[in-house]
């Protein structure tokens, strides 16, 4: 899979970039989690994503936020983050302007930024959130949520307690006009460490989730 360095707010960012051979396959960005914690795009959750989207026929762009590995730029609190998503998003839509169907993953911190760009990106169809922080980062922009989505987490992670993420899906599950899917791992701790008993049973969910919502015409 080629690296690739393609065009961010602060210079380059350094991302890999997985086409499909159909010209009007989906498109999917993966957001990794914290920069100043040791997120990079090969973390094993971001990989793993990155992966199961293309299986599933996806056009797939994971990259490093500023600051990260060939990324240039510092960290910037989520607000400089954000605009490398959106410009990772133009790039990709701009590579494949045939897609008809664009979705968004993120892991952790990337959780949250991804769930950002979604305000802000009516054409984003669909969104996967791998153990978003709601006990460390504020969530109440969505209102109104513009796409349904999967919200997935381990019931053993003491980095984003199981309690926040079921508060902020009742939050999100009372607005209208969209459908909040909530998995749960059992066992699993934030980073899904045991790849049988924890990380491949997330990504079947996920596979699951999306494929469905791929046979299905409604957002």
């Avoid at 969505?142 to 992670?157: E, F, K, W």
Wanted: hydrophobic residues 35%; proline residues 7%.
């Amino acid at each position: 899979m080629p690296e690739l360095i393609f065009p961010g707010p602060e210079g380059r960012l350094e991302g890999r970039y997985h086409p499909q051979v159909q010209r009007d396959a989906p498109i999917a960005i993966v957001l990794h989690p914290h920069p100043q914690f040791g997120g990079t795009m090969n973390n094993r959750v971001v990989y793993n994503l990155h992966y199961a989207f293309h299986k599933m026929g996806f056009t797939v762009l994971r990259f490093n936020f500023r600051g990260v590995g060939r990324s240039q730029g510092e960290f910037d609190q989520g607000i400089g983050e954000l605009s490398d998503a959106a410009s990772a998003l133009d790039y990709l839509q701009a590579m494949n302007p045939n897609s008809k169907h664009c979705w968004v993953a993120g892991f952790s911190f990337g959780a949250w930024i991804g769930m950002q760009l979604l305000m802000r990106r009516p054409e984003i169809t669909g969104f996967v959130s791998v153990a978003p922080p709601a006990n460390m980062y504020d969530f109440s922009f969505l209102a109104p949520c513009p796409a349904s989505g999967l919200i997935i987490n381990g019931t053993a992670d003491r980095v984003a307690p199981p309690k926040d993420t079921n508060s902020l899906v009742s939050k999100l599950r009372e607005q209208k006009g969209i459908t909040i899917t909530h998995e749960e791992i059992e066992g699993a701790d934030h980073f899904f460490r045991d790849d049988e008993a924890h990380m491949k049973p997330m990504i079947d969910n996920v596979q699951s989730y999306v494929r469905r919502r791929l046979t299905e015409s409604s957002r």
